[in-house]
């Protein structure tokens, strides 16, 4: 067994090494396709990386497009069907969202590849294991892997006379009674872009009705309708919504969100690990701490973004050697931070990072295991209705017993 | 060569003449119809290869089983009928105004014609700022005014979201029908008004019996392009509040948009534009026949 | 005060009508807040992000920050957007109405089997809203794979402008007398030399007037290129600010910029040639 995965190895890699033999000759255009990162570092690091790859391999050249996430979704989409498509692209991992375009056939495997350059023997375990999810082969290698958690204005936790940081959810949700009664809101949500709302949701869930029963819920395999737990969380989620969050939220953006963050409106923000890096820009690290959301479970909140070959580019190798590039220790380590507090490459050394950093550092250590957001969970049609429900609830019009069974009716329909 | 261009036979010429504008025409505009119908018979999902016939499944898919259709139906409706009256109510009462002879008329003219010029999405940009929660115009003048218990969400309260986007859209589509009503009032005789002053009809009576009955024509075609304009209302929506919040703001032609090039499901999608389409039909078919007569009859 | 001394009298009085003047002061007003949006976005854009959160909404800004709109520039990727735009406006306008008065020409003064019922089909497109079948005018589009092209917009483009222009122009071209066509015909000169000599001539203010039309609907169009120009490399200004709306929507002196920066091309061209614009929407629509 071993000797034959030696054999294909080898076979690969002399394939891979005729194959750009062969194509050197020309100079070849990669495309890619990202996001535009709301971290601008990350933008930076993005045209920095590319500039070095194309001085060190003068035969590849790389056009990189940037669309923000909706309409990165629906390029994808549109791109299946025409030959416009990208050589690499960006997309979540994890069987809901990535999962329906590497179902599709949009991916193509990259077992030789992994093999060929060995990129197990550097990726950090929990971000490269994604990889292994999908059927027929391995798809996509990590670019980050993201936790999520609570940053939160010190001075106004003082001012509330919050000394302790919650342990549990009833401890968060006693904090932001008080910092109710001190006047001020206690967490900050842009409604227009549905999923930032939808991460309140999220951790709920996991609060209320356990590690099991949430992926059940996610997996659509239990009845929103009839569990209490699914209720329940809506009822919290309407609570929040009515008395903990800067009102209004719903016509306002996460950006807008953020804003009012930093300008000290609100005491919280559930954010990914990305924000250390905003605040930074901001140069406002000192005001701000974080905590992991209490949830009760042995779970972080988080998720691993990928870059996925597409199966119809020709370019296959090429592309091959620019992730290669991008997830090797140099790379890795002179872009630190920069797409997101850890590197998914394991021999990248942490020195003199930023205290919050270093408590991201911490988090990720604790954890081993990860509950992901419900929009990368959810096929998009079953999204779409999610939304809708969290919305309706936050803005109090429907009750919560009827978002579950708006939600269960909606997957049944499917 | 033009000997030979010569030769052709006069039907011939024509059929040269029409034939690039016909194929284009034809390519583009009339067969995307003809497929949008056939698609709404079938499911695809943008990504396999091929679409699979399922009859009306998604006719029945749309008006059972869809949380959001019925709402968007009825908000395209609502949102028609209020803006082929509310707009062009004020547009008439400009454009009088601007027909009588008061000083400024060009630049007041220019003033209310600005916002039609402008780009759709642009307009939705300006207002989706002017309507900001926080740092906007509107909650900015309420504070000021001390009317603190006035500040709204304007576009994230469902109750009220539809219709801040509809005042954006009388904003911009004023000045249009106000053009068409200034020509339209231009083109009553000023000798009959005065005739019907020397008869001694007062303002009222020279408005209703002369000027209204000259002015059905430009009334009619203010109304059915207003009613068409609406229908296909999705720039304005679709950059103030894509929809949202918790769809509230959705309509027919936006969510077959959403349904087909976002969720990927085409079948659904089209069947959406299939009841955007037969609503339309229903007001242009009639309209039609009217212009074709009109046309007849003044041969 | 020359201007007032005519004013405020109705036709055939030379009364001053205090009617009038009450409502032109309402009008007056009604004009301000018409023009407020465009007060409100010129002062945003000239306002640092600390100054539109700190000070009141509608505060005349004090500092003047013009980097707003070279910062706007360069993150909206201006140059490229303006670069498509001008490129799709000035192919598809020109061609689209030279095409379109070939066609109207036809089947206003050729004879031919089906003039009627042809010209029954152009009318009939220009009611038929491109908006409801965006997803099938993308299928088409790329069947001929032409999705991200200048040609892949342009023809949808063409298509769905051509049945309003052929509206208008033939019934322009049917009132021209036939007299004046037809000591040509005699002359045994071809339709093609008539339409290029005679009517092409003197249908020039019509032509003027939908080609200033065409201008801006063109260049402000935005569903079709939604769907049609998913790269951002060929998309065109309403897209860019579409983008620039839902990235930097909280810097709000540059996104104010870019609003600006967007509207002004349209707005010159309205302000330079404003009496076409009324008589091209008139032409067709009011026939008296």
């Known amino acids: 067994m071993r000797m034959r995965n030696a054999l294909a190895a080898t076979l690969s890699v002399l394939a891979i090494t005729a194959g750009l033999g062969l194509n050197s000759a020309a100079a070849e255009e990669l495309k890619i396709w990202t996001l535009s990162f709301d971290n601008e570092s990350a933008n930076v690091a993005w045209q920095k990386i590319i500039k070095e790859f194309e001085t060190a391999n003068p035969d590849i050249t790389i056009s990189l497009e940037n669309r923000s996430v909706d309409e990165h979704k629906a390029a994808l989409r549109v791109a299946a069907q025409s030959s416009q498509g990208p050589d690499i692209f960006f997309m979540w991992a994890g069987l809901g969202l990535g999962g329906e375009f590497v179902n599709a056939g949009l991916s193509q495997p990259l077992d030789k590849y992994y093999d060929a350059y060995g990129w197990d023997k550097r990726l950090v375990g929990t971000a490269g294991s994604f990889s292994k999810i999908y059927e027929g082969g391995r798809h996509g290698v990590p670019y980050t892997f993201h936790g999520e958690g609570i940053y939160y204005n010190k001075a106004l936790f003082e001012k509330a006379g919050i000394t302790q940081l919650p342990a549990t959810y009833d401890e968060l949700k006693a904090n932001a009674a008080k910092l109710k009664e001190a006047g001020i809101p206690a967490m900050t949500f842009g409604g227009t872009v549905n999923w930032h709302l939808m991460r309140l949701m999220d951790v709920i869930l996991e609060a209320k009705c356990g590690a099991e029963k949430h992926d059940a819920l996610m997996a659509m395999k239990v009845d929103w309708s009839t569990d209490a737990c699914a209720t329940a969380s809506f009822q919290e989620l309407n609570d929040w919504s009515q008395n903990y969050i800067l009102s209004p939220f719903m016509g306002i953006d996460n950006s807008q969100s953020f804003n009012l963050f930093l300008a000290g409106r609100a005491a919280m923000m559930l954010e990914g690990d990305w924000l250390v890096s905003q605040l930074r820009n901001e140069n406002r690290l000192a005001d701000f701490d974080l905590f992991p959301f209490p949830t009760g479970t042995d779970r972080l909140y988080g998720f691993a973004e990928y870059l996925y070959v597409s199966s119809k580019s020709g370019k296959a190798d090429a592309a091959a050697k620019f992730l290669d590039y991008m997830l090797s220790d140099t790379v890795q380590q002179d872009n630190l931070g920069a797409f997101g507090s850890i590197s998914i490459n394991s021999n990248v050394k942490y020195e003199k990072i930023d205290p919050l950093d270093q408590k991201w550092m911490d988090i990720f250590g604790k954890y081993t295991k990860i509950y992901m957001n419900g929009d990368q969970a959810f096929p998009l049609d079953v999204t779409t209705e999610y939304f809708r429900v969290i919305n309706e609830v936050a803005s109090g019009n429907i009750k919560p017993d009827a978002a579950g069974k708006a939600m269960q009716s909606f997957i049944a329909n499917r | ?299 | 005060m020359k201007m007032f001394s005519q004013a405020f009298r109705p036709v055939g009085s030379n009364k001053v009508d205090p009617v009038l003047v009450a409502l032109w002061i309402a009008f007056i007003l009604l004009a301000i807040i018409w023009i407020t949006p465009f007060m409100f976005i010129v002062f945003t854009s000239l306002k640092s992000n600390s100054t539109v959160m700190g000070s009141s909404a509608f505060s005349p800004p004090t500092e003047l920050a013009f980097g707003n709109f070279v910062a706007a520039w360069n993150r909206g990727n201006f140059s490229t957007t303006a670069f498509n735009g001008i490129v799709i406006t000035f192919i598809k306008v020109p061609f689209g109405l030279l095409v379109s008065a070939m066609a109207a020409y036809a089947l206003a003064k050729v004879p031919m089997r089906m003039n009627k019922a042809l010209f029954a089909l152009f009318v009939f497109g220009t009611m038929l809203p491109f908006q409801v079948m965006l997803a099938p005018i993308f299928r088409q589009v790329n069947a001929f794979g032409l999705i991200n092209t200048y040609p892949g917009i342009i023809l949808p483009y063409l298509a769905f402008g051509i049945p309003y222009q052929v509206f208008i122009l033939y019934g322009f071209f049917s009132a021209v007398p036939k007299e004046l066509s037809e000591a040509a015909r005699i002359d045994g000169a071809s339709h093609f030399t008539i339409f290029r000599r005679i009517f092409l001539p003197v249908s020039l203010p019509v032509l003027s007037a939908l080609l200033i039309l065409d201008f801006v609907a063109t260049w402000n169009e935005f569903a079709m290129a939604l769907v049609i120009l998913q790269d951002p490399r060929m998309w065109t200004l309403p897209l860019g600010l579409m983008n620039f709306q839902s990235q930097f929507q909280s810097d709000y002196g540059q996104l104010n910029a870019a609003i600006i920066m967007t509207v002004l091309p349209a707005a010159i061209v309205y302000l330079m040639f404003q009496r076409y614009f009324v008589s091209g929407l008139t032409s067709g629509a009011v026939k008296e």
């Open chain 2, 1 to 299: 060569m033009s000997k030979a261009r010569l030769s052709l036979r006069p039907s011939t010429q024509g059929y040269v003449l029409l034939a690039p504008a016909l194929i284009v025409y034809l390519l583009f505009a009339v067969y995307p119809m003809i497929d949008v119908i056939r698609m709404s018979f079938s499911a695809w999902n943008g990504l396999s290869p091929k679409a699979k016939f399922v009859g009306v499944a998604n006719y029945r898919a749309i008006l059972t089983q869809d949380p959001v259709f019925w709402g968007a139906l009825w908000n395209t409706l609502i949102w028609t009928a209020t803006a082929v009256i509310v707009p062009n109510l004020i547009a008439f009462g400009v454009a009088l105004a601007l027909n009588q002879n008061i000083p400024g008329r060009s630049s007041l003219r220019i003033i209310f014609y600005l916002p039609v010029i402008i780009a759709s999405i642009a307009v939705a940009t300006i207002w989706k700022w002017m309507y900001d929660p926080f740092f906007g115009l509107f909650n900015g003048l309420l504070t000021s005014w001390g009317l603190t218990g006035l500040i709204m969400d304007w576009l994230g309260d469902k109750r009220i979201a539809l219709w801040s986007v509809f005042v954006a859209h009388v904003w911009q589509s004023v000045g249009f029908s106000m053009v068409l009503f200034l020509a339209g009032l231009q083109s009553v005789s000023t000798t009959l008004i005065e005739a019907a002053r020397i008869d001694g009809a007062g303002r009222w009576g020279v408005f209703r019996y002369v000027m209204l009955p000259a002015l059905v024509p430009t009334i009619t075609v203010v109304f059915v392009l207003s009613l068409i304009n609406s229908l296909k209302a999705f720039d304005i929506v679709y950059g103030m509040t894509g929809g949202g919040p918790a769809q509230s703001t959705q309509m027919l032609a936006m969510w077959a948009y959403t349904q087909s090039m976002q969720l990927g499901v085409f079948g659904r999608g089209a069947a959406v534009s299939v009841v955007l389409l037969m609503i339309t039909l229903v007001v242009v078919i009639p309209y039609m026949r009217w212009m074709f007569k009109r046309e007849d009859m003044g041969r």
